[in-house]
């Protein structure tokens, strides 16, 4: 597995921006691939964006499509995610989650990614 750590949460207001960083360790960072989800209060947690190993490809859910970009740098180790144009149902505990496993090549479920960092905080008031 591999160690994850989230950085970047904060309170905004809405139709403002936050970026999300996700720092990975391993040396086989480049491999993997990543995803952010999100987990509001009573709520189920759900995949927001994922990007493959090469970056060649990227999945967003429909809420936030054209808002929120997925990027990942591979000398870096890190993996963000900018959200533009927040809305109060944004907010949520975001979790950045990676695919050491290979299940496969844009994994968007829950159930495919076995490595999980702590969350970070993000709220948006309306």
């Known amino acids: 597995q591999v160690q994850l750590v989230e950085s970047g949460g904060g309170l905004v207001q809405a139709g403002g921006s936050l970026r999300l960083s996700c720092a990975a360790s391993?040396?086989?960072?480049?491999?993997?691939?990543m995803g952010w989800f999100r987990q509001a209060p009573g709520k189920d947690r759900e995949i927001v964006a994922a990007?493959?190993?090469?970056?060649?490809?990227?999945y967003y859910a429909d809420s936030v499509k054209g808002r929120f970009t997925i990027s990942r740098d591979n000398t870096k180790n890190t993996v963000d995610l900018q959200m533009n144009s927040l809305k109060p149902e944004d907010t949520a505990v975001y979790y950045c989650?990676?695919?050491?496993?290979?299940?496969?090549?844009?994994?968007?479920?829950?159930?495919?990614?076995?490595?999980w960092g702590q969350g970070t905080q993000v709220t948006v008031s309306s």
């Open positions: 990007i493959n190993w090469s970056r060649g490809r990227a």
């Open positions: 989650a990676a695919d050491t496993q290979g299940s496969k090549i844009l994994p968007y479920a829950r159930n495919e990614y076995d490595s």
């Open positions: 391993g040396r086989t960072f480049s491999r993997y691939a």
